[in-house]
């Protein structure tokens, strides 16, 4: 039975960055109940084990494999919810950040399919995040920008109206492009030692850092594998990781500290 009663219903669920510790309750409960899981390259499999009575279906990208065509994916979920089945589309991180859960709902509508949204941990912020970088911190930005990193027409518009350090500007999609993006940013004059941070496979056992300046971005050779998934923070609060992921204080340093 789905959540509606015995109507077809789909779900477009975020399955957040890949630790299963960050899926919300409303997303595990909805894996649980789903009878037919079609789910994306970037979600994990300890996220998928979760739909142990459902159909699963891999339907993006992986491995050099091409991906299951969009409206072939649109006309799979409309059949089965109609065929009165629990459908739950699964989507790394959030599926309305960069994620397309927009066109798939707007589809979904068109077609008269019931269907809700469960929102995700984006990678926007848990990559920075699990790399020890908040997004904002007072003094240093009081704003993130997150931009898609796949086509230089959609984020050099974006890019070249900040001013420079005004904002954290993090990128998703961008390790291909990263040189152009570092070009776009020193030639509207931000600092060339703006420190950037490259957080890859965050939350998975293969997770990595890489951090440099916005001028190293632009000359670097790829630092991680061919195939890793990476998100591109770049802004003063880079710098924060070192000192929130040092060790506390010790005791004696902190009574010596005091008497000091
Ligand atoms: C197609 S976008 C989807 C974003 C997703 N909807 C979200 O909210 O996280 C995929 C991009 O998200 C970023 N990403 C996803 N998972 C990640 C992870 N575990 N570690 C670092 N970046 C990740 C990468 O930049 C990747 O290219």
Known sequence: MTPNGSRGLVSLVGAGPGDRALLTLGAAERLRAAELVLYDALVSPEVIELASRAQCFSVGKRAGRRSVPQNTIIRVMIRASRRGRHVVRLKGGD?????????????????????????????????????????????????????????????????????????????LMGLTQRRTIARCLLDRGWPPDTSVAIASDAATPAAHTWTGSLEQLGRTASPHPQDATGTIIIGAVVDLATVLASPPATDAAQTAEGKG
């Open 95 to 171: 599926p309305f950040v960069l994620g397309r859960g927009g066109e798939e709902g707007l589809a979904l509508r068109a077609a008269g399919i019931p269907f809700e949204v469960l929102q995700g941990v984006s990678a926007a912020i848990a990559a920075p995040a699990l790399a020890g970088i908040p997004v904002t911190h007072r003094g240093l930005a009081s704003g993130f920008v997150v931009v898609s990193g796949h086509d230089e027409s959609s984020y050099a518009p974006i890019l070249e109206s900040l001013a420079p350090d005004s904002a954290t500007v993090v990128v």
